[in-house]
């Protein structure tokens, strides 16, 4: 039944009063047990969350401005949800590689998230515990392991064959110009789709699932009633809309699922189905502690996972680095030669990726530069902690704050400069692990550190190489500038899409 907006007035009025009474006799009784870290002063219930919202700057730029002030640890309140924001290198380590278990567990989510990721069914999603256990090793032994990706050799260089063809062909039609970001994500997604389900699908296709993923993206963007529940009454909706996408999702993507599934039931009936998938590892999935295998719903979700996990993220990296090579065309060319000089006339390939030093070092500054995330995923902690002389209470939400680690002059020498030769020349390193210490960390550290890592890094090396081999890139239009202004779209990309012009090499 729909309540009138009368109704929601009233009720919402009388919900403010309550939770405003309900927060002052509680704060002094509270306060007295927990010593949470510093942070700004904010209202009654909705703590700092208008402050935010009200400051018309990314999330991202409202937390770097907060750093000298609140320093290291700091508390934010948005509304009903409580944010510590972690921001040095050594109490990253305290928290994610000396006390790993404990803070290696998810929050709470919200009501949208909870009904895409099939209540916490996912990798990224689910708490620590046994699902989480199962769904990881079977992602990290089973479909992303060195010897899967071997068997998707074949697929990636067909992905940069066509993405290279797909780049001629717009530059043919728009004076040498072509767009970044939207190509590189496109190709991307062309692989992860062929790792996922195993079946050939012709452009179109392809295209309705990206645009399925874009919408549950949108849809999983967050609303204000996430952070004030009491006013969701106003959002029925909008849960409504959410619903029907989710509805949209499993029957756009189910019938990709049982056409594998029926290859894998009878091997050699269809003459496309390649010879491993990630779906082939959900089927029969044993879950710790269930007695049944994921359901349709649950592998559509685990799907859109491995999808959505891998295609903004390496999509932004190469944005950036074309960004980076059009503003210093001696990288470019320092990369053009040591291509040359390793495979000859020879289209180069992923094994040769592996014998280019300056090529590694190339994207080890690009992922220390420009995380793709500012944010690694959420944590929360398994039971009540203190860091750095502070209460960290279950519920919390734990955010690590990547750029002010890659970027802290006590880590690294000129750390605003991009200079790959940072990692041959000077000295410097660092250990994306993080496990010898913490200097950057683009793939988060620790036990929930990113499953893709190892993949994302072939996809990044592999692309920039083709990339630079087949074409010298600049500015468009000629002459200009690049703008490096930033903005959040899911990863961080560049506030006007990077648009280039290229030239073939002869
Ligand atoms: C350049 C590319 C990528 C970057 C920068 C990146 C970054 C990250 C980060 C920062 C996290 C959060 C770690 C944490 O919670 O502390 C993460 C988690 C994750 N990533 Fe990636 N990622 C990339 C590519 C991929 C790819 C290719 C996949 C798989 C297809 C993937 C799948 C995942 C999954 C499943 C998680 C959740 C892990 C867990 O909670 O146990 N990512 N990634």
Redesign the pocket.
Known sequence: MDLSPHYHLIFATLAVFLSTLIFFLTRNAKSKRVNLPPGPPGWPVVGNLFQVAGSGKPFFQYVRELLPTYGPIFTLRMGSRTMIILSNADLVHQA?IENGQVF?T?PAENPTRTIFSCDKF?????LYGPV?RSL?RN?VQNA?SAGKLRTFRHVRATAMDKFVERLKAEAAANDGAVWVLKNARFA?FCI?LA?CFGVEMDEETIEKMDNMMKTVLITLDPRIDDYLPLLRPFFSKQRKKAREVREQQIATLVPFIEQRRAAVKNPGSDPTAAEFSYLDTLFDLTVEGREYPPTNPEIVTLCS???????D??G??IEWAIARFIENPNIQTKLYNEIKATVGDKKVDEKDVEKMPYLNAVVKEL?RKH???Y?????SVTEPVKLGGYDIPPGTNVE?F?PAIAEDPKLWTNPKQFDPDRFLTGGEDADITGVTGIKM?????????????G???V??NLMIARMVQEFEWSSYPKDTKVDFSEKLEF?VVMKKSLRAMIKPRV
């Open positions: 994610l290696a998810r996912t990798v990224n999603a689910s989480w990881r992602m992303l991307f992860l790792m996972e491995f999808l959505n996990g891998g295609t993220t390496t932004t990296a992922l995380p793709p995330t944010f690694s995923l959420t944590h690590f990547l960390m683009p793939f988060g550290v620790g036990r929930r550190i990113c499953p893709g890592l993949m994302a890094t996809h990044v990863t």
